[in-house]
């Protein structure tokens, strides 16, 4: 499975969704999906909806986006 449709899926968004949410069209998503990439300024915007490295969804690196995204959490105020 491609990074991207399991980012995708685990959002719970079709390819119009996602072109939606992000501007791109279906089919820049489908064929990024079928790896035919669509352009290194459409990567870059899929990578921030994401919020994963440009490289990462280019070679698929799922180990990559799974550290960042297992990452522990810092507490974000301080409990009495």
Known sequence: ME???YLRCSRS???SEL???TG????DISRFENQHYPGMSKVSVLAK???VKIDALL???FPAV???????RRP???LS
Do not use: G, I, M, V
């Open 76 to 78: 974000s105020h301080r």
């Open 59 to 61: 070679t698929n690196d």
């Open 13 to 15: 968004l079709t390819q």
């Open 24 to 27: 791109l069209s279906p089919n």
């Open 66 to 72: 799974f550290k960042n995204l297992s990452a522990p």
């Open 49 to 51: 909806f994401f919020e």
């Open 19 to 21: 072109a939606l949410k």
């Open 3 to 5: 990074l991207l449709t």
